[in-house]
């Protein structure tokens, strides 16, 4: 979400960036070309025993391949040190022993660094842990601080951005959010309707062009195409294996309907024997051009379905499983929300036949550049 952003700040003459790619993070920004420092490079004199735990609880991890080893140790050492020198030790080890790895906030290593690089302005999405750290810290320095809210998960709302003085600003994707985020207590000028930056390519030009393409090529010119966007959660696979069923029967009565089944990143599931009329796409296919050659989305919870919705295609939510609470897309007027997967048939022929969700999202296209304005305001530019 933050790479379009960086993308246009790097585009302007008169800023100097730092990027903390952490972790994960650091293999999407060197794909795109951003310098930044990771974990590793946070690392002072001094921190020889908060390598130690790292080291000890690096062993109890697979190795990753878009993680280096030197990364991990430090992200882990760092932030349990900081949670012992926090809570104690005892403290530290029952946090941990709870939540695992959600128990870290590393302040002391947010503040020492802030320190070390005096920044103007401090921006971060609202995940938790070392984002959060960062946020907090700089209201702690004094810094103004721009958090970017992907969606509208009420646990993020409770935890940190609805509270007050939760950075000064907060970039949300929709005017539902913000009234949403309102009710928190969060005052009307500190949130700003910018849309979602990692929407904006969404806006491709030739993007229709792209779809009929596709439809073409895939034969489904004449027909109805929906979408299922997959998601990962282990407590949930039976439902989707339920789901998928729902459809693949749907699919004998609707002979003019084919199903794509977009798999998450993560997702392992080996699909065989496929029936007629369903096509895998996998994270080769460009997600753009698959959603805009789609006539509806359906999704639990994925991210897939929201962006579905920024491009004007109806999407339904299945709110069962784990994660359906968390993900209100149906309770903000995003989509038609059903709790009974035998109700699928009727819904999607309503989205076939003219739904229009009664709240509305930013033409996709200038989420970044409106974001960067946010930056520019609080620095004064």
């Not at 928190?184 to 929407?199: K, L, M, S």
């Not at 994660?323 to 022929?349: H, M, Q, R």
Request: one cysteine or more; proline letters at 5%.
């Amino acid at each position: 979400m933050l790479i379009p952003v960086l993308q246009e700040l790097r585009a302007k003459d008169d800023y100097e960036l730092v990027v903390l790619g952490l972790t994960t993070a650091s293999e999407k920004l060197q794909a795109a070309g951003i310098p930044h420092i990771g974990y590793r490079h946070l690392v002072e004199e001094g921190d020889e025993e908060a390598l130690k735990i790292g080291e000890n609880m690096a062993r109890e991890l697979e190795p990753s391949d878009k993680v280096s080893r030197e990364e991990t140790v430090a992200y882990l050492g760092l932030s349990y040190q900081d949670l012992i020198d926090r809570l104690g030790k005892r403290e530290a080890e029952n946090q941990f022993k709870l939540h695992g790895r959600r128990a870290f906030l590393p302040l002391s290593v947010m503040e020492r660094t802030f320190r070390k690089l005096q920044p103007d302005l401090v921006a971060a999405t609202n995940s938790p842990r070392s984002e959060k750290a960062a946020i907090l810290t700089a209201r702690k320095m004094g810094i103004p601080a721009v958090c970017l809210m992907d969606l509208f998960d009420p646990r993020e709302f409770e935890d940190r951005v609805g509270q007050p003085g939760y950075a000064d600003r907060i970039c949300v994707l929709s005017q539902a959010v913000k009234e949403n985020l309102k009710s928190y207590g969060r005052h009307d000028d500190e949130i700003v309707v910018t849309g979602n930056p990692a929407f904006d390519d969404l806006a491709e030009p030739d993007l229709q062009l792209k779809a009929e393409t596709l439809r073409s090529q895939r034969g489904w010119a004449d027909g109805k195409v929906i979408l299922w966007a997959r998601q990962v959660n282990p407590n949930d696979w039976g439902l989707y294996e339920t789901v998928e069923s729902h459809f693949y029967d749907l699919l004998e009565q609707h002979r003019d309907w084919h199903l794509v089944i977009r798999l998450h990143p993560n997702d392992l599931t080996r699909f065989e024997n496929l029936p007629p009329r369903v096509t895998l796409s996998t994270q080769k296919d460009d997600l753009a051009t698959f959603l805009q050659a789609s006539d509806v989305v359906i999704t639990v919870n994925s991210t897939v379905g929201v962006q579905g919705v920024a491009i004007g295609k109806p999407l339904i939510t299945i709110e069962l499983g784990a994660a359906s609470p968390f993900t209100p897309y149906g309770d903000l007027g995003f989509s038609i929300g059903i709790k009974d997967v035998n109700l699928l048939e009727a819904s999607i022929l309503k989205a076939l036949g003219g739904f229009k969700a009664s709240a509305t999202l930013p033409k996709p296209g200038g989420a970044a550049h409106a974001v960067v304005e946010v930056m520019r305001d609080l620095l004064g530019d």
